[in-house]
């Protein structure tokens, strides 16, 4: 199974598709990551607060799979954006991941009635001059935060991981992105299950136009918009099922059919706006 990769704006190059681990236990995370590595997953995203980075380093330093063909992100919590936090923050995820260096570190939401994102972004860049990340990025921010990390900083972020699904695209966030080289990065790809999506006319008919499942529909549509993807399922079975998307394209029409679904009635964003988390 090869997954293509994309070429960040620091040279650098990521998976597009990876196994997300929101929401896994932390004692079922060894086993979750196992299964994910064993069904050819070799991109995995953690964060500090998902409270499982030790579980996912036992599956990595079992695996026995080489450093380098693994990339492997974890994310700073909202707690440790202050003075010197991010640094002891990071030294602290890496001896839970049991690894020198991760590939990717993201401020994880913007925390703007705090007002230290700014600051946060770069404690970030010091973390990626001394090699304890290969690359760094944010979470949940919107465009005005973007503008003003870089702005303050001149450093842009590598990706931006967003809340993005067929009936809840962000095109505002997308657009400045494309504009400014920063990858995007789905989260809740398949709108974490709390709306109909796979209901919908346009997945369900690509879905039997192209003989594959409605997740694999979806999935596939972020990839040929461009984005990155990590779904999350503790199922060997659905694991297996989420990174057999390389095999089929959608058509143009079928791209249209799931771009229009947005805005879709009584669905939207199923998670926190950005702004409200602090
Ligand atoms: P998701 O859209 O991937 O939904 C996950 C749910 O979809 C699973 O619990 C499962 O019930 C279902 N599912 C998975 N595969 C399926 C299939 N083939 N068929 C039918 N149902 C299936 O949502 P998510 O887990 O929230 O997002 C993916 C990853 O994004 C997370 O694991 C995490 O790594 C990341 N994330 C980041 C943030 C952030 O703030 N940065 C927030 C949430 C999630």
Redesign the pocket.
Known sequence: MTIPTLELNDGNSIPQLGF????VPADEAERAVSEALEAGYRHI???AIYGNEEGVGAAIAKSGIARDELYITT?LWNDRHDADEPDKAIEESLSKLGLDAVDLYLV??PTPAKDNYAHAWEKMIGIRERGLSRSIGV??HLVPHLERIVAETGVTPAVN?I?L?PAYQQRDITAWGAEHGVLIES???????KYDLFGTEAVASAASETGK?P?QVVLRWHLQKGFIV????VRPE?MR??IDVFGFELSDAQMAAIDALDPLDGSGRV?THPNDMN
């Open positions: 997300g681990v929101f929401l995203d953690t964060a994310k994880h939401w979470s949940n991981q809340e699904h989260w809740g790809p398949l709108g974490q299950g499942t997740a990590f779904p999350k399922s659905r099922e989420n998670g």
